[in-house]
């Protein structure tokens, strides 16, 4: 569903409890429906480049995410709730919003091995100075 000019995702999405895998990146989307958070069979996300203004604290209920692509939008934040992903293992952060803001509970993803981001982010001090040999902070 990448490069469908999509502006908005039906709340039916969540429905689709086997998915594993969404692309919805190149879209014209705002906003995720808070029934993304139902897709608990989901291991892979990417919503880059789209116009997203906010993530749903919903999606903190997708346990199966490994891999998590949120870049090139216009988020201020990342709901706190992304702590709770604790299979995800790749997070790209990078262009997500001027000054985008991660939340501290993000130290507490103990799976996570790579996070891009950019030189506005906001990063807490926990993931800057981790000291796991499976971490990569890789700043774009």
């Known amino acids: 569903m990448h490069h469908t000019v999509l502006d908005l995702l039906p709340e039916e999405i969540g429905e689709l409890d086997s998915l594993k895998e969404l692309n919805l990146s190149f879209n014209n989307l705002k906003h995720l429906p808070a029934s993304i958070g139902q897709l608990h069979q989901l291991e892979f996300l ?18 199966s995410l490994h891999f998590l692509i949120i870049g090139k939008n216009a988020l201020p934040a990342i709901p706190i709730e992304i702590a709770n992903l604790q299979s995800l293992l790749e997070l790209d952060v990078a262009y997500s919003g001027a000054a985008l803001r991660l939340p501290e509970s993000l130290c507490n993803t103990r799976s996570l091995e790579t996070m891009y ?8 001090n926990c993931l800057l100075t981790k000291s796991s040999s ?7």
């Open 134 to 140: 499976r971490f990569r902070l890789i700043i774009r």
């Open 117 to 124: 981001a950019d030189h506005s982010a906001i990063i807490p």
């Open 46 to 63: 990417d919503v880059q480049y789209n116009y997203l203004e906010e993530l749903p604290a919903s999606i903190g209920d997708l346990h």
